[in-house]
């Protein structure tokens, strides 16, 4: 164990080597220097004393002198000066951080005091109205963005009412009321769902069945017997969650001017103080390792097994033999899979972790066929055909076992079997499910909209009125116009095109990088697989909001920028989803099969492998395309998306917030629409999960 | 799980219904209007060129003050509060110099004349050589007394620690300093500059302590003479101040024991503070906001303070397309500026062209030796389409730059005013750092952006002389008779000719125009019923809190 937390300490290493030159390069990269910032504000300054200053801040040295200054200070455990107020960044930091703490503690204590009572009793009282209004208030808090909630929450309790505070940090307790219930959301309704979800299954377990049969009375039934084994990935939706208020906070310490290190880093970014920016991003990303570091202990206290496997930790390992069959419903490691790598780490602020599906049967044992028989006057004949396995997995064998039944015999049992494709049965799975449903309807009127919207015209989308500013919604203006006279009810319906092309360019960049680099790592091991996976970790470990953010200023600000910003930090899920599906698989039969038939590694890789393990990153595609709607709309809301006047969802609430009294519907709209779609995504991509799952299926 | 969607769309109703509820009404409004109605469009705009106050002067003898009072200030956080660092330019770290530090001087901004404050007297004869006398009862907050050595430190300190800062600015005329003796200082100008007592009255010039800097360089800049002492800087957040109950001026009687300037980025969190009584004032309340202040007299008070800072685009005279007279004067008649000023400023900013000072002088509406007779260009399609028709333009796509959400919305309204005039612009939207970039290496052709000018004719140099670094950043301006007026203006000792200097220097900035001022903005002031004690000079940058008080009864 001790051996474990040492190794994944020294790790720590080369991860911040590589966030730091990660992060110094991109902000170096940035148009506009710390310099450039300050220009904004002087007056008279001659040639002479810009050049001052640029030396005065090594800008008229190399980027690569500047990072070795950078990098010696660092190994002194000196974090440097900031180019903006000249304090030391520690010191700055220091002040901050306790600030941040006290935000993420009271969100994971509000969101898991609230989430696992919540869950608990949805569970208990499954499919009952209680249970019902859980799932949706999961489904729904998950789907809305931060910023907007905090907004609101602000303009009811704390403007409407007076109840509350507005956030700062100068009222005590009741401060922290507003920005910990918005910090909590996520990971309340993540952990509420996510409880519910493991009490399901552990209250069907025959060990429960058995205490209750016992006498056990029902309350230490669940508190002392079903609650230990549903732990694990509670803790794991928990602590990611956690991991991502602490590290990537800014949208609430923005919305409610909390004195955090989100800002902080926010506002280094913003002024190109590189020095600032990367002290605050290494020490961000040092405490996100940590967090997941302790989630993992934790793992140790609540399941035996998993102690047990630490003790193996970074020791080497025989060649993993035929794999088993997963069997695990937890995301438990198994021998070849690290713990921390069951579930991979999420390193974007507001979203759930996508669901690990668990790794479905190879792709080659196709489900029953069953063959219609036309009836007729003649007997009903009943044929099905099956495809069995042996050991060798290839070979199937088909069986056609016909029956004939006398029509004049009462067809004791007649059904009628249609033969199904394997689309077919997932989407005969789905239709079972109402919620995956709602959420193709809801994405059904997105396609719809997305078509109407190519139907708009670029002008009447940004033409401007005076005579209409801020005119309220009515017939001609139905969602009402903006503050430069502009259509609102255009705007929102030809930003479908936007949300839609991000959500889906976002992860199809994600997956075609993750998805290729997973399959890599995990056909061929060794140092490549090490070497890719702390890429991986590296890129997952910075904060996901402060990532796009240095990217967007990297590149500018553009629709295509923004895509990038919030693929690039999905790219570490899809890598890990890949990496160990193809774990799993790489040892099969199938794969000797074509290596001796001389199939290129490369080629068994990618049309064999691959193919095979799809079902998982289907399942995660789908659902991160909610995740990366709402990162989007983040970015936007923060002044890092998509420029104006084009009319992304999270720009037009940026844009109307200043006037969320006197017109509150330019929230209210893209709010909404934002909040649907999300909801859609997840919805579809917990029945996709569902239908995929092969301990769900029934018949 | 029909019941799911049933449960599902009651949540969202009733969340919508609880956001409209939440701008709507409250239970205890009163005589507070329904949300959508405004109950005044334009806002109480002082008229362009003054200043203004709080109604309130000083309190009713026996009233009961409030200990605290809580002030949000502009969109200008405060980083660090020391002259000589860059990162004090933004305007509101000068508020916080002008309540814990002192100047030589000052400028009394209902008079316009210069008045003692450190220095209780002085005088030179030829705009060169300056004395000034000391008054030997001042002392720091660390208790030393203040000699002229502090102000050859500050100076020597500005000199090589504060490049690029405004403090640096203020004393980069001065060659030699020389204390004759401890309360009287010679200094001695590199030229004649007629404006310097502007500079050194500027509130960047504040007097630092020596012995207070020499013993800690990190906060001994918050060391100063004035009557508050810093209690607690949190770097973009706020700054606490408490009373000095040592203070020397009698000129000034501060009221209150401690005040907080703070910076609140979210508009809605600023308007929610300052309804709720959490703060006191407010210099940045949204626009939107505002009107619901105003239906209130009883209880909060609402100024409009147009300062002098000139808001507009400039045209860039090195690119080829906009070295068109032309085109420039056509780009100048399309916009429409009341049409801007609406968009951009939420009402609350001032066409130039509408008042009465004249529109066409690139000058800031309280600087010294103004132009009013230069006509401005005024919003004409017809003039627009004479002189595009004259011009060289064959439709190029020209580029305007914008960074922050004023300019943005400026530059596209401008954009759609400039298409209907038959010219194609594009928006490229940065943040502040990458607009100066962009402007230092490709200078953008069109730039929306304000210009801040102090009230000293002088400070016209910054953006039109040609060897001015931001000169050369935005405009491109290059008029040798214009440069050598400049600088003969700045040494001309006799004030009727150095006005006709300037007045001709006005005229032919306006016959060639590189700069539209478009309009002032106001910024909209609101503050509980019972705050005063508040002066609002023209010049934003000194905006006086030192006798500010709240009346709680």
Same mark, same amino acid.
């Given at each position: 164990?001790?051996?474990y937390? =040492?190794?994944?300490?020294?790790w720590?290493?080369p991860?911040?080597?590589?966030?730091?030159?990660?992060v110094?390069?991109?902000?170096?990269?940035?148009?506009?220097?710390a310099?450039?910032g300050?220009?904004?504000y002087?007056e008279?300054?001659?040639d002479?004393?810009?050049a001052?200053l640029r030396?005065?801040h090594?800008l008229?040295?190399?980027?690569?002198?500047?990072?070795?200054?950078?990098?010696?200070?660092?190994?002194?455990?000196?974090?440097?000066?900031g180019?903006?107020?000249r304090?030391p960044?520690?010191?700055?930091?220091i002040?901050?951080?306790?600030?941040?703490?006290?935000l993420? =503690?009271?969100?994971?204590?509000?969101?898991?005091?609230?989430?696992?009572?919540?869950?608990?009793?949805?569970?208990?009282?499954?499919?009952?109205?209680?249970?019902?209004?859980?799932?949706?208030?999961?489904?729904i808090g998950?789907?809305?963005p931060?910023?907007?909630?905090?907004?609101?929450?602000m303009?009811i309790?704390?403007?409407?009412?007076?109840?509350?505070?507005a956030?700062?940090?100068?009222?005590?307790?009741?401060?922290?009321?507003?920005p910990?219930i918005?910090?909590?959301?996520?990971?309340?309704?993540?952990?509420a769902?996510?409880?519910r979800s493991?009490?399901?299954?552990?209250?069907k377990s025959?060990?429960?069945?058995?205490?209750?049969?016992?006498?056990?009375p029902?309350?230490?039934?669940?508190r %002392?017997?079903?609650?230990?084994?549903?732990?694990?990935?509670?803790?794991?939706?928990?602590?990611?969650?956690?991991?991502?208020?602490?590290?990537?906070?800014?949208?609430?310490e923005?919305?409610?001017t #909390?004195?955090?290190i989100?800002?902080?880093?926010?506002?280094?970014?913003?002024?190109? !103080?590189v020095t600032?920016?990367?002290?605050?991003?290494?020490m961000?990303t040092?405490?996100?390792v940590?967090?997941?570091?302790i989630?993992?202990?934790?793992?140790a206290?609540?399941?035996?097994?998993?102690?047990?496997?630490? %003790?193996?930790?970074?020791?080497?390992?025989k060649k993993?033999?035929?794999?088993?069959?997963?069997?695990?419903?937890?995301?438990?490691?198994?021998?070849?899979?690290?713990?921390e790598?069951?579930?991979?780490?999420?390193?974007?602020? &507001?979203?759930p972790?996508p669901?690990?599906?668990?790794?479905?049967?190879?792709?080659a044992? %196709?489900?029953?066929?069953n063959?219609?028989?036309? &009836?007729?006057?003649?007997?009903?004949?009943?044929?099905?055909? &099956?495809?069995t396995?042996?050991?060798?997995?290839?070979?199937?064998?088909?069986?056609e076992?016909?029956?004939?039944?006398s029509?004049?015999?009462?067809?004791?049992?007649s059904?009628?079997?249609?033969?199904?494709s394997?689309m077919?049965?997932?989407?005969?799975?789905?239709?079972k499910? %109402?919620?995956?449903m709602?959420?193709l309807?809801?994405?059904?009127?997105?396609?719809?909209l997305?078509i109407?919207?190519?139907?708009?015209? #670029? !002008?009447?989308?940004?033409?401007?009125?005076a005579?209409?500013?801020?005119?309220?919604?009515s017939?001609a203006?139905?969602?009402?116009?903006?503050?430069?006279?502009?259509?609102?009810?255009?705007?929102?319906?030809?930003?479908?095109?936007?949300?839609?092309?991000?959500?889906?360019?976002?992860?199809?960049?994600?997956?075609?990088f993750g998805?290729?680099?997973g399959?890599?790592?995990?056909?061929?091991g060794?140092?490549?697989?090490n070497?890719?996976?702390?890429?991986?970790?590296?890129?997952?470990?910075?904060?996901?909001m402060?990532?796009?953010?240095?990217i967007?200023?990297?590149?500018?600000q553009?629709?295509?920028?923004?895509?990038i910003a919030?693929?690039?930090?999905?790219?570490?899920?899809?890598?890990?989803?890949?990496?160990?599906? &193809?774990?799993?698989?790489?040892?099969?039969e =199938?794969v000797?099969?074509?290596?001796a038939?001389g199939?290129?590694?490369?080629?068994?890789?990618?049309?064999?492998?691959?193919?095979?393990?799809?079902?998982?990153?289907?399942?995660?595609?789908?659902?991160?395309?909610?995740?990366?709607?709402?990162?989007?709309?983040s970015?936007?809301?923060?002044?890092?998306?998509?420029p104006?006047?084009?009319?992304? #969802?999270?720009?037009?609430?940026?844009?109307?917030?200043e =006037?969320?009294?006197?017109?509150?519907?330019?929230?209210?709209?893209?709010?909404?629409f934002?909040?649907?779609?999300?909801?859609?995504?997840?919805?579809?991509?917990d029945?996709?999960?569902?239908?995929?799952?092969?301990?769900?299926?029934?018949? | 799980?029909?019941?799911?969607?049933i449960?599902?769309? *009651?949540?969202a109703?009733?969340?919508?219904?609880?956001?409209?509820?939440?701008?709507?009404p409250?239970?205890?409004?009163g005589?507070?209007?329904?949300?959508?109605q405004?109950?005044q469009?334009?806002?109480?705009? @002082?008229?362009?060129g003054?200043?203004?106050g709080?109604?309130?002067?000083?309190?009713?003898?026996?009233? @009961?003050?409030a $200990?605290?009072?809580?002030?949000?200030?502009?969109?200008?956080?405060i980083?660090?509060?020391n002259?000589?660092?860059?990162?004090?330019? +933004?305007?509101?770290t000068?508020?916080?110099?002008?309540?814990?530090?002192?100047?030589?001087?000052?400028?009394?901004?209902s008079t316009?004349?210069?008045? +003692?404050?450190?220095?209780?007297?002085?005088?030179?004869?030829?705009?060169?050589?300056?004395?000034?006398?000391?008054?030997?009862d001042?002392?720091?907050? /660390?208790?030393?007394?203040f000699?002229?050595d502090?102000?050859?430190?500050?100076?020597?300190?500005?000199?090589?620690?504060?490049?690029?800062?405004?403090?640096?600015a203020?004393?980069?005329?001065?060659?030699?300093?020389?204390?004759?003796?401890?309360?009287?200082?010679?200094?001695?100008?590199?030229?004649?500059?007629?404006?310097?007592?502007?500079?050194?009255?500027?509130?960047?010039a504040?007097?630092?302590?020596?012995?207070?800097?020499?013993?800690?360089?990190?906060?001994?800049?918050?060391i100063?003479?004035?009557?508050?002492?810093i209690?607690?800087?949190?770097p973009?957040?706020?700054?606490?101040?408490?009373?000095?109950?040592?203070?020397? /001026?009698?000129?000034?009687?501060?009221?209150?024991?401690?005040?907080t300037?703070?910076?609140?980025?979210?508009?809605?969190?600023?308007?929610?503070?300052?309804?709720?009584?959490?703060?006191h004032?407010?210099?940045?309340?949204?626009?939107?906001?505002i009107?619901?202040?105003?239906?209130?007299?009883?209880?909060?008070?609402v100024i409009?303070?147009?300062?002098?800072t000139m808001?507009?685009?400039?045209m860039?005279?090195?690119?080829?397309?906009?070295?068109?007279w032309h085109l420039?004067?056509?780009?100048?008649?399309?916009?429409?500026?009341s049409d801007?000023?609406l968009?951009?400023?939420?009402?609350w900013?001032?066409?130039?062209?509408?008042?009465?000072?004249?529109?066409?002088?690139i000058?800031?509406?309280?600087?010294?030796?103004?132009?009013?007779?230069?006509p401005?260009?005024?919003f004409?399609?017809?003039?627009?389409?004479?002189?595009?028709?004259?011009?060289?333009?064959?439709? $190029?796509?020209? $580029? *305007?730059?914008?960074?922050?959400?004023?300019?943005?919305?400026?530059?596209? @309204?401008?954009?759609e005013?400039?298409?209907?005039a038959?010219?194609?612009?594009?928006v490229?939207?940065?943040?502040?750092?990458?607009?100066n970039?962009?402007?230092?290496?490709?200078p953008?052709?069109?730039?929306?952006?304000?210009?801040?000018?102090t009230?000293?004719?002088?400070?016209?140099?910054?953006?039109?002389?040609?060897?001015s670094?931001?000169?050369?950043?935005?405009?491109n301006?290059? /008029? +040798?008779?214009?440069d050598?007026?400049?600088?003969?203006?700045?040494?001309t000792?006799d004030?009727n000719?150095?006005?006709?200097?300037?007045?001709?220097?006005?005229?032919?900035l306006?016959?060639?125009?590189a700069?539209c001022?478009?309009?002032?903005?106001?910024?909209?002031?609101?503050?509980?019923?019972?705050?005063?004690?508040?002066?609002?000079p023209a010049?934003?940058?000194?905006?006086d809190?030192r $006798?500010?008080?709240?009346?709680?009864?």
């Open positions: 164990m001790l051996r937390i =040492f190794i994944r300490i020294l720590l290493i991860t911040i080597i590589l966030v730091s030159l990660i110094f390069s991109l902000m170096e990269l940035a148009p506009g220097d310099v450039a300050i220009l904004m002087a008279d300054i001659s002479e004393e810009i001052e030396r005065m090594n008229d040295r190399p980027m690569i002198y500047r990072y070795g200054v950078y990098m010696r200070n660092l190994l002194r455990g000196d974090l440097g000066v180019a903006v107020t304090t960044v520690w010191d700055e930091f002040r901050r951080l306790p600030n941040t703490l006290i993420s =503690f009271v969100s994971l204590i509000i969101g898991v005091g609230v989430a696992i009572p919540l869950g608990i009793i949805a569970a208990r009282r499954a499919t009952t109205l209680v249970d019902n209004s859980v799932t949706v208030f999961s489904m998950m789907s809305m931060l910023f907007w909630i905090g907004i609101l929450l303009l309790f704390a403007q409407r009412l007076q109840w509350l505070p956030g700062n940090f100068d009222d005590g307790w009741r401060s922290l009321v507003l910990g918005v910090g909590s959301f996520t990971l309340m309704a993540n952990a769902r996510q409880t493991n009490m399901l299954e552990v209250l025959d060990y429960l069945r058995t205490a209750r049969a016992k006498g056990v029902e309350e230490i039934v669940i %002392k017997h079903a609650l230990n084994n549903a732990w694990i990935p509670i803790i794991t939706a928990i602590g990611t969650s956690l991991s991502n208020v602490i590290a990537g906070a800014v949208v609430v923005m919305v409610f #909390w004195p955090g989100g800002r902080m880093a926010a506002e280094a970014v913003g002024s190109r !103080d600032t920016a990367t002290g605050v991003i290494i961000t040092i405490m996100y940590l967090v997941q570091l989630v993992d202990i934790l793992y206290f609540v399941d035996p097994r998993i102690k047990a496997q630490y %003790k193996n930790y970074g020791r080497r390992r993993a033999a035929v794999p088993k069959k997963p069997e695990a419903v937890l995301a438990a490691p198994t021998e070849s899979i690290k713990p790598e069951a579930l991979p780490p999420v390193s974007i602020e &507001t979203p972790e669901q690990t599906p668990e790794p479905v049967m190879p792709a044992a %196709k489900p029953e066929r063959r219609a028989v036309a &009836t007729g006057s003649k007997a009903a004949r009943v044929s099905f055909a &099956t495809r396995f042996d050991k060798d997995g290839l070979k199937s064998s088909d069986a076992d016909e029956k004939d039944l029509a004049d015999d009462s067809i004791l049992v059904k009628k079997y249609k033969k199904r394997q077919g049965e997932i989407f005969h799975h789905m239709s499910n %109402k919620g995956a709602a959420g309807i809801i994405f059904g009127i997105m396609i719809i997305f109407v919207s190519l139907f708009i015209s #670029w !002008d009447s989308v940004v033409s401007i009125s005579q209409n500013r801020l005119a309220s919604p017939l203006l139905p969602f009402g116009a903006d503050n430069m006279g502009r259509n609102v009810f255009l705007r929102v319906i030809y930003g479908t095109r936007y949300t839609l092309a991000i959500g889906l360019g976002a992860v199809t960049i994600a997956a075609i998805v290729t680099a399959c890599i790592a995990g056909f061929y060794g140092k490549l697989d070497i890719i996976l702390r890429i991986s970790d590296v890129v997952a470990s910075i904060p996901g402060l990532l796009g953010m240095v967007v200023t990297v590149l500018g553009s629709f295509q920028n923004l895509i919030v693929g690039v930090q999905a790219v570490p899920i899809y890598l890990r989803m890949t990496r160990a599906t &193809t774990m799993t698989l790489r040892n099969n =199938f000797e099969a074509a290596q038939v199939l290129s590694n490369v080629r068994i890789a990618f049309s064999q492998v691959l193919p095979n393990g799809l079902a998982p990153i289907i399942v995660t595609l789908t659902a991160s395309l909610g995740i990366s709607i709402i990162v989007a709309s970015l936007s809301f923060l002044g890092f998306g998509v104006i006047p084009q009319p992304e #969802w999270g720009a037009i609430i940026a844009d109307g917030r =006037f969320a009294t006197r017109a509150p519907w330019l929230m209210t709209f893209p709010g909404v934002i909040m649907l779609t999300v909801l859609a995504f997840n919805l579809l991509g029945g996709l999960r569902d239908a995929l799952d092969p301990k769900l299926k029934k018949r | 799980m029909k019941k799911n969607k449960i599902a769309l *009651i949540i109703l009733v969340m919508v219904m609880a956001l409209v509820a939440a701008c709507g409250a239970a205890d409004d005589d507070r209007p329904a949300t959508g405004d109950t469009d334009t806002p109480p705009a @002082a008229a362009p003054e200043g203004g709080m109604e309130l002067d000083a309190p009713v003898e026996g009233a @009961a003050l $200990e605290h009072i809580d002030v949000i200030i502009d969109n200008n956080p980083a660090v509060v002259p000589f660092n860059p990162a004090s330019n +933004p305007t509101s000068s508020w916080v110099f002008v309540m814990v530090h002192d100047r030589l001087i000052e400028r009394d901004h316009g004349e210069f008045v +003692p404050s450190l220095a209780h007297n002085w005088r030179t004869e030829d705009y060169q050589t300056f004395v000034f006398y000391l008054r030997d001042v002392y720091f907050h /660390n208790g030393q007394q000699t002229a502090d102000v050859i430190f500050t100076v020597e300190y500005g000199r090589e620690t504060g490049v690029g800062s405004l403090g640096f203020r004393w980069s005329a001065v060659d030699t300093m020389t204390a004759i003796d401890p309360f009287t200082l010679e200094i001695v100008l590199n030229n004649v500059n007629v404006d310097f007592y502007h500079d050194i009255a500027h509130p960047p504040s007097i630092l302590s020596r012995t207070a800097l020499e013993a800690d360089s990190a906060t001994g800049h918050h100063g003479t004035g009557p508050y002492v209690r607690e800087l949190i973009g957040d706020f700054v606490t101040m408490d009373m000095n109950e040592n203070f020397w /001026n009698e000129r000034f009687d501060p009221q209150t024991q401690t005040v300037l703070r910076f609140i980025p979210e508009p809605a969190a600023r308007t929610t503070r300052l309804w709720t009584g959490d703060t004032i407010s210099f940045s309340t949204s626009a939107d906001d009107y619901r202040f105003q239906a209130l007299p009883n209880e909060f008070n409009g303070h147009t300062f002098n808001q507009g685009f400039s860039n005279l090195a690119d080829p397309v906009l070295q068109c420039r004067m056509a780009i100048m008649h399309a916009t429409n500026r801007v000023a968009f951009a400023a939420n009402e900013a001032v066409n130039v062209l509408e008042t009465d000072r004249g529109g066409g002088t000058w800031g509406h309280s600087m010294d030796f103004r132009n009013n007779d230069i401005g260009v005024d004409n399609l017809e003039m627009a389409a004479y002189h595009l028709a004259q011009s060289d333009y064959n439709g $190029e796509e020209i $580029e *305007i730059a914008a960074a922050i959400i004023t300019n943005v919305r400026a530059a596209q @309204a401008m954009q005013q400039l298409r209907v038959g010219i194609t612009a594009r490229i939207e940065f943040d502040s750092p990458g607009l970039a962009h402007m230092a290496d490709n953008t052709q069109i730039v929306w952006l304000a210009l801040n000018n009230l000293a004719a002088g400070s016209i140099r910054t953006f039109f002389h040609s060897e670094a931001m000169n050369r950043m935005r405009m301006f290059n /008029n +040798p008779a214009v050598e007026m400049l600088d003969r203006a700045a040494t000792l004030i000719e150095r006005r006709a200097i300037y007045m001709e220097v006005q005229e032919l306006a016959a060639d125009p700069f001022i478009v309009f002032w903005r106001i910024n909209g002031v609101v503050a509980h019923a019972g705050i005063g004690g508040v002066v609002l010049d934003n940058v000194s905006v809190l $006798e500010i008080f709240f009346v709680t009864d």
